[in-house]
């Protein structure tokens, strides 16, 4: 029997693939046990976990357990994948049945080095293979059937678990990765986590760690309408702001209760914790169950109490030790419901989309010299893509602007506005940031109803000139003009026929940052190592001074001028080294916060220029423009307020004219087909001074 079992084997693999052996009925039942067993093996591998036949005893596994299984340092560790040696068809590890089907060793040996390995991406002494699982799928439309998706081809990245289509973009990938100083991996796959309801599609939890804050992901977390616990990687630069903001106050008031309205996965209110331990009280809410459970399994994994509902199951090696370094409570509720039950003094509004329907409840019971801190999302409606749906959701006519991501921060923070007015409270903007993904907007809570007549005296229409693209704040008054377009600057429309400009609005006509809220972030990212958000806030400094970042120096700052905010004095708890400087006498301490509010009274008429111009959008045709930081340099030896923006990188935010930046542009321009300026120009002379500096 022993001597025609071997025959057979041999006789298998001299035959080719398409061929079935029929000649007795026992041998077709065992094939038929060997390709049933050996699509479990399949379906195994798509789980990270490599099982193997029920009659083989032991089965080589992957590199490491934490990592996907396309990832590998060798190509014999591929090979391990599957036993290449046994008897029989093989199903590839990489590949589901429909795409490649099982084969002999040989061929499935071939397949694996010119499909797999052949196109890895190395990494650290790792490769990553190219994968065909169904880890990745082609987004089908909402009303198609999910199970006809088409499959991607993808690699698993080392570093962050996240799943890239094309090889380049992996190679782009990984050196942001590099950059950043992420060499090593920051997640684990693993298949030991106990979960209350199985994974959907038996697909296992990624651990990713941010911020020294570890929290489980579902594998598809990064696709909102397949998940509920939704977690965007992009997003870290908005909690890390969000973070600072808190930090920020939890100097003032100790402790301080803060809510983050939407947990899904709950990284952010366990930052929170983590960081801030006893100064903070946090609350993570959620509506879904599901969130709710992973709520509470990501602080059993950070050994953080967690309190309300009932406990989550103990997971080995994560669960909550005797001592826990934080307690978080988590609560399943509506945001609108828990905002109206209860008062808190930070509140953090993230929803999926616009978060105009939960303002009111925000601004409800949020205490006085709170903190209301908002992300919206809906890019679409706020960058002017969706006219229609900006107009029903913000009750603002906008059109495309080369300002439009200032014009988004505004007609958010309108929308603060009117909800806090509409509960007898006014605002005071602290900080509002639009990128590419989000808008965040960071306002200070000011009680009683002169604060709210205060805050919705700001809110203007905007004319804004089509041709020129000048803009200006309508005047305030209820008082009919006969003509609107002598408050613009230009002269388009004596120029141009018919009507030039349009009237955008109502929005916040106001400051947007705050420079002594700014400074004191900027401490709290140094404190908390948060080295990917310091150019930003520097630069957001920058802009709230109007100034460069030459003349920008972050110490030596008094710590009054942080303390006085919208006219009202804000008491901090103040560190011994500040008590030494500012310790000088009694009379002093109670003559000084006057005297800064005094100083603040004089300077309104210093208005933060609203809005920046486009260095290339308003570029002379046939000139060569100086460079952006000479150009800076040259406005204001003109006489103006210059600095950069965060909203574009080409943008000078300036209190000059569209026409005096242009004069000024002109001047300092180079015709492209000459090195140097001609000696005669019509309308702008350049004297030899500027020849010098531009030959510097």
């Known amino acids: 029997m022993a001597e025609l079992k071997e025959g057979d084997t041999v006789q298998l693999h001299q035959e080719d693939a398409n061929i079935k052996v029929v000649d007795n009925p026992v041998k077709m039942q065992a094939a038929s ?51 290449l040696n046994g008897a029989g068809r093989k199903s590839c590890p990489l590949c589901p049945e429909e795409k490649f089907k099982a084969c002999y060793s040989h061929k499935l040996r071939r397949h694996l080095q010119n499909l797999h390995w052949k196109v890895y991406v190395e990494f650290e002494g790792q490769r990553m293979c190219i994968c065909h699982l169904p880890c990745r799928q082609m987004k089908s439309s909402l009303g198609s059937d999910q199970s006809q998706a088409r499959l991607v081809a993808h690699y698993h990245c080392v570093v962050c678990s996240v799943t890239i289509a094309r090889k380049t973009d992996m190679i782009s990938h990984l050196k942001r990765h590099i950059n950043k100083g992420e060499t090593e991996a920051s997640y684990s796959g693993t298949s030991d986590v106990l979960c209350e309801e199985p994974v959907p599609g038996g697909q296992v939890y990624e651990i990713m760690k941010e911020l020294g804050t570890n929290v489980q992901l579902m594998p598809n977390h990064n696709t909102p309408q397949k998940t509920d616990t939704y977690f965007n990687r992009k997003m870290k630069t908005n909690r890390q702001l969000v973070f600072c903001s808190l930090a920020v106050l939890a100097e003032e008031r100790s402790p301080l209760e803060c809510l983050d309205a939407f947990g899904a996965t709950g990284i952010m209110g366990l930052q929170w914790a983590k960081h801030l331990r006893n100064a903070v009280k946090v609350t993570i809410n959620d509506i879904n169950e599901a969130c709710v459970k992973m709520i509470k399994e990501n602080c059993h994994l950070n050994h953080i109490r967690a309190e309300g509902g009932r406990a989550p199951r103990q997971v080995e090696g994560t669960g909550e030790s005797d001592n826990p370094i934080a307690t978080v409570e988590v609560s399943k509720m509506d945001a609108n419901v828990i905002m109206h039950l209860r008062a808190f003094d930070y509140i953090h509004l993230d929803p ?85 993904h989000f808008v965040l907007v960071v306002v200070r809570v000011l009680r009683g109803p002169t604060q709210a007549d205060e805050s919705a005296k700001k809110l203007r229409q905007l004319l804004h000139c089509q041709w020129c693209e000048e803009r200006v704040f309508l005047k305030p008054g209820s008082m009919v003009e006969e003509n609107l377009y002598r408050q613009l600057p230009c002269q388009c429309h004596g120029s141009m026929p018919g009507k030039t400009a349009v009237e955008l609005g109502p929005l916040w006509s106001g400051s947007l940052f705050n420079t002594g809220f700014l400074r004191r972030m900027l401490v709290a990212a140094v404190q908390h190592s948060m080295e990917d958000i310091q150019p930003l806030v520097k630069t957001l400094i920058c802009e709230a001074d109007c100034t460069t970042l030459k003349s920008f120096s972050v110490t030596g700052h008094s710590v ?87 909203f574009d990188p080409t943008g000078v935010r300036t209190d000059a004219t569209l026409e005096q930046f242009k004069s000024v542009l002109t001047k300092y321009s180079v015709p492209t087909y000459s090195s140097a300026p001609p000696s005669g120009n019509q309308g702008h002379g350049i004297s030899t001074d500027d020849k010098g500096r531009k030959t510097d």
């Open 352 to 436: 999926f989309g616009t978060s105009v329907n939960y303002l009111d409840a925000a601004f409800r019971n949020v205490r006085n010299l709170g903190i209301v801190s908002v992300t919206s999302t809906d890019t679409g409606s706020l960058y002017s893509k969706s006219l229609n749906v900006t107009l029903r959701h913000y009750g603002c006519q906008i059109v495309r602007t080369e300002y439009y991501r200032e014009l988004a921060a505004r007609m958010v923070v309108a929308s603060i506005a009117r909800a806090a007015a509409r509960c007898n409270k006014g605002i005071e903007v602290l900080l509002a940031v639009a990128l590419e």
């Open 560 to 646: 009054l001028a942080n303390q006085v905010e919208c006219g009202v004095v804000i008491k901090t708890l103040q560190k011994v080294e500040e008590a030494d400087t500012a310790d000088q006498s009694g009379k002093r301490k109670s003559e000084e916060p006057s005297n800064v509010v005094k100083k603040l009274k004089s300077d309104v008429s210093l208005e933060h220029p609203a809005f920046y111009y486009s260095i290339h959008r308003h570029s002379i045709r046939g000139m060569n423009m100086p460079k952006l930081n000479k150009f800076l340099q040259y406005l204001t030896e003109a006489g103006f307020r210059v600095s950069r923006t965060h």
């Open 33 to 83: 046990e060997e390709e049933s067993v050996q699509l479990s093996v399949h379906e195994a591998t798509s789980t990270d976990v490599v099982k193997t036949e029920h009659h083989h005893e032991q089965t080589p596994s992957t590199t490491s357990s934490e990592r996907h299984v396309s990832i590998q340092s060798t190509l014999e560790g591929l090979e391990m994948l599957v036993d």
